[in-house]
């Protein structure tokens, strides 16, 4: 099993900027890819980044240029660093591995979740 323990939530103003935190624990993996996704009230749980276990990144378009995912492998933890934030943002953020060095942007592909962290944003 692997364990994820996210941090960092909170009340940001537009234009601000937060990072959350990932910490795995459990049987886990050096090079495991983890992804962050969102989900906000009456919408779908959506895909933001992704960092594979040779440390490659992949972003939603609707993020790219303003939000950065990476990784402290010695800690055992992902960070996402959001910057520009925007109202559209608001949403709870999970944190998401696979027994896999290979990153995916479905969610279904990822086995381990945390316990979700919510982002607002205010105009």
């Known amino acids: 099993q692997v364990q994820l323990v996210e941090s960092g939530g909170g009340l940001v103003q537009a234009g601000g900027s937060l990072r959350l935190s990932c910490a795995a624990s459990g049987r886990t993996f050096s090079n495991n890819a983890m992804a962050w996704f969102r989900q906000a009230p009456g919408k779908e749980r959506e895909f933001v980044a992704a960092?594979?276990?040779?440390?490659?990144?992949y972003y939603a378009d609707s993020v790219k240029g303003r939000f950065t995912i990476s990784r402290d492998s010695a800690k055992n933890t992902v960070y996402l660093r959001m910057n520009s934030l925007k109202p559209e943002d608001t949403a709870t953020y999970y944190c998401?591995?696979?027994?896999?060095?290979?990153?995916?942007?479905?969610?279904?592909?990822?086995?381990?979740w945390g316990q979700g962290t919510q982002v607002t944003v205010s105009s």
């Open positions: 960092i594979s276990g040779s440390d490659s990144t």
């Open positions: 998401a591995a696979v027994r896999s060095s290979i990153a995916y942007s479905t969610s279904e592909r990822y086995s381990y």
